[in-house]
Nanobody, 124 residues
């Protein structure tokens, strides 16, 4: 069974930075796509960033391009989300997820394992 544990959320002022981490258990971490999603109150869960497995591509939502960076350390079974120039509209619970294959997808249904989420709050 795969377990994902996020950390790094918190309260930050607009323009600030946070780095989220997601540590994964289980085998073959490098072979699977990993993604970050977020969900704000009253809104649907939305794709933020994804990093393919086995050296596959990286994708970002338009709303975070140029501000967020996803990267992974396969030796530590960990994926990160570096968030810079944060805005109040980035406030949400952030979830990491492991894909069903090595290919990055944006539909939450294409991710089979999820972390518990970490709260990010950006004050204006």
């Amino acid at each position: 069974q795969v377990q994902l544990v996020e950390s790094g959320g918190g309260l930050v002022q607009a323009g600030g930075s946070l780095r989220l981490s997601c540590a994964a258990s289980g085998r073959s971490f490098s072979a699977y796509a990993m993604g970050w999603f977020r969900q704000a109150p009253g809104k649907e869960r939305e794709f933020v960033a994804g990093h393919g497995g086995n050296g596959a591509r990286i994708y970002y939502a338009d709303s975070v391009k140029g501000r967020f960076t996803i990267f992974r350390d396969n030796t530590k079974n960990t994926v990160y989300l570096q968030m810079n120039s944060l805005k109040p509209e980035d406030t949400a619970v952030y979830y990491c997820a492991r894909g069903r294959t090595s290919v990055v997808a944006v539909d939450p249904a294409d991710f089979g394992f999820w972390g518990q989420g970490t709260q990010v709050t950006v004050s204006s």
